[in-house]
């Protein structure tokens, strides 16, 4: 359902909602349907992103409960990809992915669709992804890495646990969702891991990636001959990262 009403849209597919199973859903759909994804942040007043919007042609947005709908298959005039071949052609972006507005108001960054391919055939490769891997995407929708952490791991053939908002805000709660749910690939700023390590059990994790800030020392020396611990570091304009280095030994530090 969701992929023939985006194909009945036009070229970019804009939805407010925040990290869970109805984004992968839609962010796979738009890419199915060669649209280019734009996630906006649920807790943003659509009026910040005004020009972003503009910028991207002012698509229409999408509501989580908008896209709940077309999903349930109760969205009226539900179209299937195959009714939709007269519509608008395939978008060249793959997603549209908005600055944090830090100096001002958010801006927005489009990837090439062949720019994501090549990095996520690249990060497959690199983090040595495997179909028995188990991710937990904890990335806000409008952070890039959100792109890598939902993905990366489908085109390995390893399952994807969508991380709510309710769960990212609870260290305790991630913590057991890492060690119930078997999770062996984890990505984040290092600010976020070093909640969550005091507070895990017996865990499964071999691949841990630390990006967006500076990784502390203490933590790279806990971690590295635990797991395949990877610093990652890139703005949004390089598509999603332009550095990767793996720790192999932190023991000078």
Request: glycine share 6%.
């Amino acid at each position: 359902a969701l992929a023939g009403a985006f194909a009945a849209e036009g070229p970019v597919i804009a939805a407010r909602l925040h990290q869970g199973p109805v984004a992968l859903a839609a962010l796979l759909a738009t890419q199915q349907t060669g649209r280019a994804w734009m996630p906006l942040s649920p807790d943003d007043p659509l009026a910040r992103v005004e020009s972003a919007l503009a910028a991207a042609g002012s698509p229409r947005v999408f509501e989580e409960h908008d896209l709940r709908r077309l999903l349930s298959g109760s969205a009226a005039g539900s179209t299937s990809v195959s009714d939709s071949q007269a519509h608008p052609p395939k978008s060249p972006w793959a997603a549209i992915l908005l600055t944090s507005g830090t100096t001002g108001a958010p801006r927005a960054v489009p990837i090439r669709r062949e720019a994501l391919e090549a990095y996520l055939s690249f990060a497959q490769a690199r983090f040595g992804l495997r179909p028995d891997d188990r991710c937990l995407a904890a990335a806000p929708l409008s952070f890039d890495a959100s792109l890598r952490q939902l993905l990366a791991p489908i085109r390995a053939g390893a399952a994807v646990l969508p991380a709510p908002p309710r769960l990212t805000r609870d260290p305790e709660a991630l913590a057991e969702a890492i060690v119930g749910e078997g999770i062996t690939l984890w990505s984040s700023v290092p600010s976020l891991f070093r909640l969550v390590e005091s507070r895990l059990g017996p865990h499964r994790l071999r691949i841990v990636q630390l990006g967006g800030e500076a990784m502390p020392a203490d933590l790279a020396r806990r971690w590295a001959s635990q797991v395949r611990l990877f610093n990652l570091y890139g703005p949004t304009e390089t598509t999603i990262n332009a550095t990767t280095y793996e720790a192999v030994s932190y023991t000078h530090l």
